[in-house]
């Protein structure tokens, strides 16, 4: 069974561009959450998505969306980019509340 | 809120011994799960080992264990046989029942030493 996978792996930006990164998660899971990962900041919940239903939100800016397609796959938008929005975005998928996540491999973001 | 703390920023371990690696958390939450995740340098975080709160018993994999004591909101990782590959990033993280807002600790680097 294929793993979570992302893309891209690594993407270079400009400050207040927008970005947007995917995630497709494990065949039958439908739950997809995203974390931002910093140095200084470590790992952050940003939002998880149920269904096409955002169920959770972490505290971050408006400028962070994300939304589910109907295939579980989900996007993650950065508007108006930030250079302390330069960090490692992971996504996880799991098959419901009760299991344990499965990390993808990252999105390195860089923001000039 | 629940708080994850790892005070342990970085350790060393020599081949084939064994590392205890620490996590308490604060929560009133009676129903949660606690975790330990790898991330190696590759970056890929893999699930180590999970814990239900409501089970006294201590989970173990392979030469992975944990000692878990609820009073204490204590969730250390013991790792036996220690491996080279075994060097990476150790997260510690916690998780309400139902909720699906996963909290980490700041992490633990451990360097496996030949």
């Known amino acids: 069974k294929a793993g979570v996978t992302q893309t891209p792996r690594y993407l270079i930006k400009t400050r207040g561009q927008q970005v947007t990164l995917s995630c497709s998660p494990i065949s039958g899971h439908r739950s997809v959450s995203w974390y931002q990962q910093t140095p200084g900041q470590g790992l952050q919940f940003l939002f998880e998505y149920f269904s096409e239903t955002q169920r959770n939100k972490g505290n971050f800016p408006g400028r962070f969306s994300g939304r589910q397609f109907s295939n579980s796959r989900s996007e993650m938008n950065v508007s108006t980019l930030e250079l302390g929005d330069s960090a490692l975005y992971l996504c996880?998928?799991?098959?419901?509340?009760?299991?344990?996540?499965?990390f993808g491999p990252g999105t390195r973001l860089t923001v000039l | 809120a629940q708080t994850v703390t790892q005070s342990q920023p970085e350790m060393s371990v020599q081949e084939a011994e064994t590392v205890t690696l620490s996590c308490t958390y604060d929560?009133?939450?009676?129903?949660?799960?606690l975790f330990w995740y790898k991330q190696p340098p590759s970056r890929q975080m893999i699930l180590v080992i999970r814990?239900?709160?409501?089970?006294?018993q201590n989970a173990t994999e392979n030469r992975f264990s944990v000692n878990f004591q609820k009073a204490a909101k204590s969730f250390s990782l013991k790792i036996s046989d220690s491996q080279l590959g075994d060097t990476a990033m150790y997260f510690c993280?916690?998780?309400?029942?139902?909720?699906?807002?996963?909290?980490f600790g700041a992490g633990t680097r451990l360097t496996v030493k030949p």
């Open positions: 993280a916690f998780m309400r029942v139902g909720n699906n807002d996963m909290r």
């Open positions: 996880a998928s799991r098959k419901s509340s009760y299991n344990e996540q499965f």
């Open positions: 814990q239900e709160a409501y089970k006294q």
């Open positions: 929560t009133s939450e009676n129903n949660y799960y």
